[in-house]
């Protein structure tokens, strides 16, 4: 490569709950740089998710936490060229890209779920993801089911 990589920007902490992840979830979630929504949609939904359920011990910021780590993919596939054919090829994923391609897909899927506002349908979201259900969790299972199909392409990684 010529050039060098760009450096990590440094994110600040979400003023509520003091987490960078939540402020990198909110920057996935804000359309044409309205951040302030975001943050509401986002601190709306966390409070849906605390009426709707009560789990001993954990509040709702854990609860999303458990949901982002059961839509988080460890396995993707990747196409790659060989010998005139597409193949594609099963990886694991990097650290930084799993998270965010888990809040990439759970906002995905809230987006398409039917419903009132946006944080209603966040909220719905995070509750069927850490229930094991939902569009979120079933994409995952989806880039799982395709990486194990082509397993015996593994041998062409990079």
Excluded: C
Excluded at 64 to 80: D, G, H, I, Y
Excluded at 118 to 133: D, H, P, W
Excluded at 142 to 149: G, K, Q
């Amino acid at each position: 490569m010529r050039k060098s990589k760009p450096k990590k920007r440094v994110l600040l902490p979400d003023p509520t709950y003091s987490d960078v992840e939540v402020t990198r979830f909110v920057n996935h979630l804000m359309y044409d740089g309205k951040k302030s929504i975001a943050f509401g949609i986002f601190y709306e939904a966390i409070d849906l998710v605390n009426e709707k359920m009560t789990v001993e011990g954990k509040s709702a910021l854990d609860i999303w936490r458990e949901a982002l780590l059961r839509v988080t993919p460890q396995l993707e596939v990747r196409s790659r060229r060989v010998g005139g054919t597409n193949l594609q090829v099963p990886q694991e994923v990097r650290p930084e890209r799993k998270v965010s391609l888990a809040m990439k897909n759970l906002i995905a899927a809230a987006r398409k779920r039917s419903g009132h506002s946006m944080s209603e349908k966040l909220a719905a979201e995070i509750i069927a993801a850490y229930n094991g259900e939902g569009q979120a969790y079933r994409r995952m299972e989806e880039l799982h089911r395709m990486a194990e199909a082509n397993k015996a392409f593994a041998h062409f990684r990079r």
